[in-house]
């Protein structure tokens, strides 16, 4: 009897399981991460070479101005060194790499980080924003930085 109960109980757990990822699958509001799409078209994108300001509003969030465009990008998931240095690296993914494009545009391989010898962070989006946004954001800061600075690189002996 024992066994038929834990049967009917593993039973009905996995049809409330499924019932839920079939509930998420009709909505993809409801995950976040699978319904983002990347910043398109690409000339939309932020251009690593135009950064006039960064700001890292947390371990997952930075923004930044590029030319008369604000950005919000996420990370997909806490990047607790992030502007550490005072720079900000952003590599596109391979694939950009090899076609000339340095565009940030929330695919995947994307990543930033803040000094070459640190590990890099996954990039998860990047949105468009406007310049309230960013100026409010701007405000809850804990890193900041200007232009597209990198460290010096130091001559060994």
Request: with cysteine; hydrophobic share 35%; charged share 25%.
């Given at each position: ?65 590029n030319?008369?465009n ?33 565009a ?54």
């Open positions: 009897m024992k066994t038929a109960t834990a049967i009917l109980v593993l039973t009905m757990a996995a049809a409330s399981g499924l019932a839920h990822a079939d509930k998420q699958a009709d909505n993809p509001a409801d995950n976040p991460a699978e319904a983002h799409e990347p910043l398109r078209p690409v000339s939309d994108c932020m251009r690593p070479d135009r950064i006039n300001a960064w700001y890292v509003v947390d371990t997952r969030t930075t923004v930044v101005s030319g008369p604000y950005y919000l990008i996420k990370l997909e998931s806490e990047c607790p060194r992030l502007g550490i240095g005072r720079s900000l690296l952003f590599k596109a993914n391979e694939s950009n790499r090899i076609a000339g494009l340095g940030i545009c929330g695919e995947t391989g994307e990543t930033v980080q803040s000094l070459p010898h640190q590990p890099p962070c996954a990039i998860q989006s990047v949105s468009k924003i406007d310049k309230d946004q960013f100026d409010q954001m701007e405000k809850q800061a804990i890193q900041r930085g200007y232009g597209n600075h990198r460290p010096k690189a130091t001559a060994k002996p």
